[in-house]
């Protein structure tokens, strides 16, 4: 079986490693030891953004660990202020400088802000559309959207996002806008993927780990790798980063991928804010 990280094909013609490091609520002391300390157990893909303030601090971690830009693939996403068409394109040219590149693999709308900026997510990702013309973004993609929102930028835009990168675990299936993702094109991202360990001690949870000889993280984690999903779990613990990794050499069968989606709680399994509602701005 193979051990190491699969790639994910998207629909630009470019790949994302299924498996890398999250690096929400990472402070910025922290992050560049985190980010080194996956990449050296064998991350090759990180996720952060505007809003983590740590943009700067995945740069230095991924240098300290001696690779080269290239071989790692780094995602960040647009900030809830910069929504306007110009402070997107001075947003987007401070990632690339934070990060010190002249090119980011994925770049997302963090959240759709459906009750901001007059609704109006399509002019949003219409500069989106530049960033991967120019060059400067691989792929594009957006986060946190809903089926109404993928349904409107298929509508009046040119480009299906890449990717939709949403809450998910199993606690919060999410499979409407998952099959959504499916019959379109657009990958699913899980975020939260342990439901920021929420699920772990699921009695249904501990049973399968016990069955299958792992721990709880890993089972969940293997469960969003067999359904299809790209997920970057977050830890500052050395020995949970590598765990985290270690999900590849073992695989769940049916009855136990049914019985963690069975853990599904709808609406109420939701751990951070909802998609339609959620209109902060950082102050
Ligand atoms: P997560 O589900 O990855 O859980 C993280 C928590 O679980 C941490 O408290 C950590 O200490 C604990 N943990 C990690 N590995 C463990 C292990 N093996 N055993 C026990 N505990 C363990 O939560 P998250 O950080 O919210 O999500 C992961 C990533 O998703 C983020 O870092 C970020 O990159 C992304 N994200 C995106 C959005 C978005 O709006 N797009 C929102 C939240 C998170």
Do not use: C
């Not at 947003?91 to 002249?102: H, I, K």
């Not at 759709?112 to 530049?130: I, M």
């Not at 020995?239 to 709680?265: G, P, S, V, W, Y």
């Amino acid at each position: 079986m193979a051990t190491t990280i699969p790639d994910i094909a998207l629909n630009d013609g470019n790949t994302i490693p299924q498996l890398g490091f999250g690096v929400y609520q990472i402070s910025p002391a922290d992050t560049a030891d985190s980010v080194r300390t996956a990449l050296d157990v064998g991350y090759r893909h990180i996720d952060t953004a505007e809003m983590y303030g740590n943009e700067a601090e995945v740069g230095h971690g991924v240098r300290a660990a001696g690779l080269a830009r290239e071989d790692v693939y780094i995602t960040s996403k647009l900030n809830n202020g910069a929504h306007r068409p110009e402070d997107a394109r001075a947003a987007f040219q401070a990632t690339l400088d934070a990060l010190r590149g002249d090119y980011i693999d994925l770049f997302l709308i963090h959240w759709p802000l459906p009750t901001r900026y007059d609704g109006d997510f399509v002019a949003t990702w219409k500069v989106l559309e530049e960033f991967q013309q120019d060059g400067r973004a691989r792929s594009i993609g957006v986060s946190n959207f809903q089926v109404p929102h993928l349904d409107r930028l298929a509508a009046e835009a040119e480009v299906v996002p890449a990717v939709n990168q949403i809450e998910a675990h199993p606690y919060f299936v999410n499979d409407e806008v998952r099959e959504y993702g499916v019959k379109h094109g657009i990958v699913t991202q899980a975020w939260s993927p342990i439901a920021q360990g929420a699920v772990l001690g699921d009695p249904t949870v501990a049973d399968l780990a016990d069955q299958v000889a792992r721990t709880p993280a890993q089972v969940v984690l293997r469960w969003h790798v067999q359904r299809g999903d790209v997920i970057f779990p977050k830890s500052t613990t050395p020995k949970r980063i590598e765990e985290n990794l270690r999900i590849f050499d073992f695989e769940l069968d049916d009855a136990a991928m049914e019985r963690l989606t069975q853990l599904d709680r709808g609406e109420s399994g939701r751990q951070g804010p909802h998609p339609d509602s959620f209109d902060y701005l950082p102050g």
